[in-house]
């Protein structure tokens, strides 16, 4: 009778170990950090700003969405419309015939800069895989490393690109992101948060954009780079004159 109570002691211990040093689930630190960051807002706001000279705006609601850009060129005035049903450009105010290969690009330019810019909104899309990979001391801070991949249907033509990120143990913030990308030429980027602003229940953040040109780096590696002051930085990803506010009603 004491050897049964024993083990049954035992098999309580180590259920108790398991319980208390299991894994914490991905899912739900994305969740808890796309909460964080704007939660059901994203799903009926509009966010508008400048970036590099182009104007962008982003409107969603209830899965409908809205992207364009704005800027001017040596053919007048271009405006750039992505919607669930498809992409369209407009010079002077007439719509453009458009190869399939341009319309891909003009669309992929679009929807990559407003993507970025709503991170981490996009992490529970689809075809988004997500992977635990541990958890990173940086700069003082615990977050969880995250590695991200897609399917290829619904993951677009860059499917093929993996992404990590850095999410914080505590507030569940995403102050870090990296990604391996094969588009001309391929390369690495690390991205540092900064000047991270509250609007209307909605963060959006400026970034230090870190460059590495081999590919056969192992991305999800990169944050040790970072910690040795062995990345270059390449450029600063600033928004301008960000405006958002949250929708009452569809698009």
Same mark, same amino acid.
């Given at each position: 009778?004491?050897?049964?109570?024993?083990?049954?002691?035992?098999?309580?211990?180590?259920?108790?170990?398991?319980?208390?040093?299991?894994?914490?689930?991905? +899912?739900?630190?994305?969740?808890?950090?796309? +909460?964080?960051?704007?939660?059901?807002? #994203?799903?009926?706001?509009?966010?508008?700003?400048?970036?590099?000279?182009?104007?962008?705006?982003?409107? +969603?609601?209830?899965?409908?969405?809205? #992207?364009?850009?704005?800027?001017?060129?040596?053919?007048?005035?271009?405006?750039?419309?992505?919607?669930?049903?498809?992409?369209?450009?407009?010079?002077?105010?007439?719509?453009?015939?458009?190869?399939?290969?341009?319309?891909?690009?003009?669309?992929?330019?679009?929807?990559?800069?407003?993507?970025?810019?709503?991170?981490?909104?996009?992490?529970?899309?689809?075809?988004?895989?997500?992977?635990?990979?541990?958890?990173?001391?940086?700069?003082?801070?615990?977050?969880?490393?995250?590695?991200?991949?897609?399917?290829?249907?619904?993951?677009?033509?860059?499917? +093929?690109?993996?992404?990590?990120?850095?999410?914080?143990?505590?507030? #569940?913030?995403?102050?870090?992101?990296?990604?391996?990308?094969?588009?001309?030429?391929?390369?690495?980027?690390?991205?540092?948060?900064?000047?991270?602003?509250?609007?209307?229940?909605?963060?959006?953040?400026? #970034?230090?954009?870190?460059?590495?040109?081999?590919?056969?780096?192992?991305?999800?590696?990169?944050?040790?780079?970072?910690?040795?002051?062995?990345?270059?930085?390449?450029?600063?990803?600033?928004?301008?004159?960000?405006?958002?506010?949250?929708?009452?009603?569809?698009?």
């Amino acid at each position: 009778m004491e050897q049964r109570s024993f083990i049954g002691f035992i098999i309580i211990f180590l259920l108790f170990q398991y319980a208390c040093h299991k894994p914490p689930d991905v +899912q739900k630190i994305v969740d808890l950090c796309i +909460q964080k960051h704007g939660g059901d807002s #994203y799903k009926r706001m509009f966010l508008g700003f400048d970036f590099r000279g182009r104007h962008y705006t982003a409107r +969603q609601f209830n899965g409908l969405f809205t #992207y364009t850009r704005e800027f001017e060129d040596s053919t007048g005035k271009v405006k750039d419309i992505f919607t669930n049903t498809g992409f369209m450009r407009l010079v002077n105010g007439d719509t453009i015939v458009l190869s399939e290969k341009k319309a891909n690009a003009y669309k992929n330019s679009v929807n990559s800069v407003i993507y970025f810019a709503l991170l981490p909104f996009g992490l529970n899309d689809e075809a988004v895989n997500k992977e635990l990979l541990g958890e990173k001391m940086m700069n003082g801070k615990m977050y969880y490393k995250i590695k991200i991949t897609f399917d290829e249907k619904g993951g677009g033509e860059d499917y +093929q690109d993996i992404f990590v990120y850095w999410i914080d143990k505590e507030d #569940y913030t995403m102050d870090y992101l990296a990604y391996l990308f094969y588009e001309d030429g391929g390369g690495i980027r690390f991205r540092e948060a900064i000047n991270i602003i509250d609007i209307n229940g909605i963060m959006i953040a400026d #970034y230090n954009n870190y460059a590495m040109d081999d590919t056969s780096f192992d991305v999800t590696n990169i944050d040790s780079l970072f910690l040795k002051n062995q990345l270059k930085l390449l450029s600063q990803i600033d928004l301008e004159n960000i405006q958002i506010d949250l929708l009452e009603n569809e698009i």
